[in-house]
């Protein structure tokens, strides 16, 4: 298994642009989130998915839109980047909406 | 607004000694606490608490829960350098969701 996989590992944007961040999991879960962590505030939810076809917001979804087409894939897409936006985002999966397991991250930043 | 605070936010020790962080939270129907440890790249999962004053343990580390005063601390004795890293606190709500709250996390130095 290669467990959650993201990609790209690193991006640089310009303000207005827009990417998807990729995040795939190959252990069949049914819980997939979305986090950004920034220096000294910890991990903020940003959107969530209970299940194929079902997506929900977090904490700070502003900015981000999210869909869930299949089980294993969970993109999470920046419409128009900005500065603020500038993070590390990870991807997590799990199964008993308890433990999650995590990707190994993206850093973006946007200029 | 649900919640959760981790204390200290750094911490500086030296190999040997042994560590207590703390974490407390205020959210809506209370369903679990989990501690991770990140070093540098993704959080690891570490301890799962559900029931109030029993004690998870792994090697040097464990870990409590007080569900009445809404409180979790996390030991590390005898730290070695490995075990700098920050760990993050998580709480998740009593929902068919998934969801964690994570707090800020505390950063953990091990000198040598």
């Known amino acids: 298994n290669a467990g959650v996989t993201q990609t790209p590992k690193f991006q640089v944007l310009k303000t207005g642009q827009s990417m998807t961040l990729q995040c795939a999991q190959d252990?069949?879960?049914?819980?997939m989130s979305w986090y950004r962590q920034d220096p000294g505030m910890g991990l903020r939810l940003i959107h969530y998915?209970?299940?194929?076809?079902?997506?929900d917001q977090g904490e700070v979804p502003n900015g981000y839109n999210v869909s869930r087409s299949t089980t294993e894939d969970f993109p999470l897409r920046l419409l128009s980047a900005a500065p603020s936006q500038t993070s590390v985002y990870f991807c997590?999966?799990?199964?008993?909406?308890?433990?999650?397991?995590f990707g190994p991250g993206t850093r973006l930043t946007v200029t | 607004e649900d919640k959760v605070v981790q204390s200290p936010l750094s911490l500086v020790v030296h190999e040997g000694d042994t560590v207590t962080l703390n974490c407390s939270y205020e959210?809506?129907?209370?369903?679990?606490l989990l501690w991770y440890k990140q070093e540098k790249k993704a959080p690891t999962f570490l301890f799962m608490l559900?029931?109030?004053?029993i004690e998870k343990k792994s090697g040097r580390l464990s870990s409590i829960l007080d569900k009445k005063e809404l409180f979790s601390i996390l030991n590390i004795t005898a730290t070695q350098t490995g075990d700098s890293a920050v760990y993050l606190c998580?709480?998740?709500?009593?929902?068919?969701?998934?969801?964690?709250?994570f707090g800020q996390g505390t950063t953990l130095q091990v000198k040598p």
């Open positions: 997590a999966s799990s199964q008993t909406r308890n433990e999650q397991y």
């Open positions: 252990m069949n879960h049914e819980y």
């Open positions: 998915s209970v299940g194929a076809g079902i997506t």
């Open positions: 959210v809506t129907n209370f369903r679990s």
């Open positions: 559900t029931s109030s004053g």
């Open positions: 998580a709480v998740g709500p009593s929902s068919n969701t998934g969801k964690l709250i």
